[in-house]
């Protein structure tokens, strides 16, 4: 049985430099020094409270709940 291809072009293969010089070639980053600035602030606290305040506010959940137990 035959099978027809489905696209006749050829892929040639790059680099991983080309791949990556595309993609900041292709990148459309515009921010001014203040617009990066915020988003890289923005993005610190977000990780700060995702890794640091979330499982201290745990802790002292599960601490409260066991507290209860001992009454």
């Known amino acids: 049985m035959a099978v027809n291809p ?3 072009s050829v892929i040639t293969p790059t680099s991983p430099e080309a791949e990556f010089n595309a993609a900041v ?3 459309e980053t515009e921010l001014t ?3 990066f600035e915020e988003q890289m ?3 610190a606290i977000t990780i700060g409270g995702q ?10 959940l599960n601490e409260a709940m066991s507290g209860e137990d001992d009454e």
């Not at 890794?51 to 002292?60: G, K, S, V, Y």
């Open 33 to 35: 020094d203040a617009e």
């Open 6 to 8: 489905v696209d006749n």
């Open 51 to 60: 890794f640091i305040l979330m499982p201290m506010a745990q802790n002292i």
């Open 41 to 43: 602030i923005t993005g």
């Open 25 to 27: 070639d292709n990148a």
